[in-house]
């Protein structure tokens, strides 16, 4: 008679032992039924043979299996035929795997979870996506499916009370023909969809060598970050060993985790990200003693470092240069207009003026109003990007359609690039725009009201967000501006974000409609209408400009694990129907898409520069402009349109 395969001695230890020493949360290369590859489950017959040679080749790496139980289930017992025997070893737990080899090793319920999020990586998101980054996204997204997998096997082997069984070959076939199915499957539809958003967005370029690239770059990275996951698991599994030597087995895993997730936290934020501000910020300040090529010092008292400034050219830093030393003259502007015009006013303050905000807002608020900025009839305080950027095509609009009667104020509050400064300086972006706009606003409110200018805000990016910070509200900026016009918005924005998720309701998020539309009004587009249309828009009006496909506008951390109202709504013109939102995916995907948010065309992405003229036109209410000024105007802030 055969024995019975559950009652044989060959399957091991109790279930209870094996997970207490081999199967831990993230344990995923212990005696697991998934460990080995579909060469692992040998035949009985060729183990009984060769014990010691068969014992590397399906070892996992707990060694939760004592050597007598490995060498029983080596040789078949007496009177078991083959297929007993087989069934037996399929479902045995596999002998010990140590050294650099467990390194190398994959399980099937983790293979599964990267090959599933590893073919979602493919469908659409907001940007183009070029091979290599698809395979950097589809690298990460696979390495989570690994992890998730890993943790799901073991979660469903704790509820069936049972340790962990080798994967029989046949399992591994089939995962080996599923993932050849499906990855090319997806592979192919992703590039049709990038073919898709390209054609929305107008791109034309495609490097055929890099959506080749994909699937090596994504095999790279999922390694790299593996590797890396069981680096630290080794890690935490040393301190545990260490720990366990005065405090008990459960108390030394608890404690060897919370040790190591705080060391390579502070590893990663104290070491390696602060390493890297500060060496981007030292490399940063030496460009931003550069002077833009054309950008000279100015010849007029109106600008900031000409003649009788009080802030001296050379510290006005890179930017700052660029947007004194550019713009509209009054023959410009004249010339546009066919009526009298005036030489604009532009005051700035760089970085080095003052290492602290508040003087450095001072210093510029003192300019502006030696050069007369408060006498004119418009006056802007614009918030900067990271490097002190202003928008040329903002500030020009502006100044154009006030016949030159304007004055723009702005100061610098970092060294870092754009999408630098929205990770790592906020708070410097907040205090900027809070103390300049004080500072105006100080000065402006002690002039008698018929001659003080009227007050308007502007920014864009991170920009916006720093302007925002002057105010509480939609009554507040209501109160104290005659208007404001803010693009590309953050979706981090505290105005911006109360004013959206108590948007009326049926709005949707990506032209959300607040209180009616009464002060503050969005729209992806001004020259189509900013809703709602049958409503009035009387007194202070405050503009938020904001492309559907701009992902500064929808990053969000949330993205991993909750679906945003503007995915599960209807799309905007520029993003595809099929993208949906899936779990730690989209957030990827979308975090992948925002250094690459100005390299689409204007009216795409992160690139407003065509909608200010229609956008400022809107805000202002100027007098005397047709719709056919506009378009010309719109052929000088925006040349080959």
């Not at 979870?113 to 980054?133: D, K, N």
Request: proline fraction near 9%.
């Amino acid at each position: 008679m055969t024995p019975d395969p559950a009652e044989s001695p060959s399957e091991g230890p109790p279930p209870s032992e094996d997970r207490s020493r081999g199967d831990r949360p993230g344990d995923d290369t212990g005696a697991d039924a998934s460990h080995g590859g579909p060469g692992e489950a040998s035949p009985p017959a060729e183990r009984a043979e060769s014990p010691q040679a068969a014992e590397p080749a399906g070892a996992p790496e707990s060694e939760a299996s004592p050597a007598p139980a490995a060498s029983t289930a080596a040789a078949p017992p007496p009177g078991a035929t083959p297929s007993t025997a087989t069934t037996r070893s399929a479902e045995s737990p596999a002998p010990p795997v140590s050294g650099w080899r467990r390194f190398f090793r994959l399980t099937l319920p983790g293979c599964w979870g990267a090959l599933i999020l590893a073919c979602l990586s493919f469908t659409p998101s907001l940007l183009p996506r070029g091979g290599v980054l698809q395979g950097l996204i589809c690298g990460i997204s696979a390495a989570i499916g690994y992890g998730l997998g890993v943790v799901l096997a073991f979660i469903w082997r704790a509820f069936a009370d049972r340790g962990p069984r080798r994967a029989a070959r046949t399992s591994w076939y089939v995962l080996l023909v599923c993932a050849v199915l499906l990855f090319g499957l997806f592979f192919a539809l992703g590039q049709y969809w990038q073919h898709e958003i390209r054609q929305l967005m107008g791109v034309t370029d495609f490097n055929v060598h890099t959506a080749v690239a994909c699937p090596f770059v994504a095999a790279l990275v999922f390694w790299l970050l593996l590797f890396a996951g069981r680096g630290i698991r080794g890690v935490y599994r040393w301190v545990a060993r260490l720990l366990g030597r005065w405090i008990g087995e459960r108390a030394a895993t608890a404690v060897g985790w919370l040790l190591v997730a705080g060391l390579v936290w502070s590893a990663f934020t104290g070491l390696l990200l602060n390493g890297l501000v500060t060496a981007a910020n030292e490399s940063f300040s030496v460009r931003d003693t550069q002077t833009p090529e054309g950008v000279h010092q100015p010849e007029t008292s109106l600008r900031s470092g000409g003649p009788d400034s009080l802030v001296p050219w050379n510290s006005l830093g890179r930017e700052g240069r660029a947007f004194i030393g550019s713009g509209p003259t009054e023959r410009d502007i004249g010339a546009f207009t066919h009526r009298p015009a005036q030489e604009p006013i532009r005051a700035y303050a760089g970085l080095v003026t003052s290492d602290d905000t508040e003087t450095r807002a001072a210093r510029a608020v003192a300019d502006l109003k030696r050069a007369g900025g408060f006498e004119r009839e418009n006056l802007l305080v614009t918030t900067t990007t990271g490097s002190g950027w202003v928008d040329p095509a903002a500030v020009d609009t502006f100044e154009y359609l006030s016949d030159g009667d304007s004055a723009t104020v702005a100061i610098q509050y970092s060294y870092l690039p754009s999408w630098l400064s929205y990770l790592v300086d906020q708070s410097k972006a907040r205090a900027a725009g809070r103390e300049l706009f004080d500072a105006v606003y100080d000065t402006w409110s002690k002039l008698p009201q018929d001659q003080r200018p009227r007050l308007f805000v502007a920014g864009e990016s991170l920009g916006s967000f720093g302007g925002e910070a002057a105010f509480s509200g939609e009554y507040d900026l209501r109160n104290r501006t005659a208007g404001a016009l803010f693009a590309g918005p953050p979706n981090f924005n505290t105005l911006f974000r109360e004013f959206s998720d108590h948007r009326e309701a049926g709005s949707p998020e990506i032209e959300p409609v607040y209180k009616e539309g009464r002060t503050v009004r969005f729209t992806d587009d001004p020259a189509t209408g900013m809703p709602p249309k049958d409503r009035p828009w009387d007194g202070t009006r405050v503009l938020y400009l904001m492309h559907p496909s701009d992902p500064i506008v929808w990053w969000s951390p949330s993205l991993a694990l909750s679906e945003p109202d503007w995915i599960g709504q209807a799309p905007g013109g520029d993003v595809l129907e099929e993208m949906v939102w899936l779990p730690f995916v989209t957030f990827w995907q979308i975090t992948a898409d925002l250094p690459f948010s100005t390299g689409v065309p204007d009216g795409h992405g992160h690139k407003y520069k065509a909608a200010y003229v229609e956008g400022w036109n809107a805000v202002m209410r100027p007098t005397g402009f047709t719709t056919q000024d506009l378009d010309r105007l719109e052929d000088i802030i925006w040349p080959g349109r």
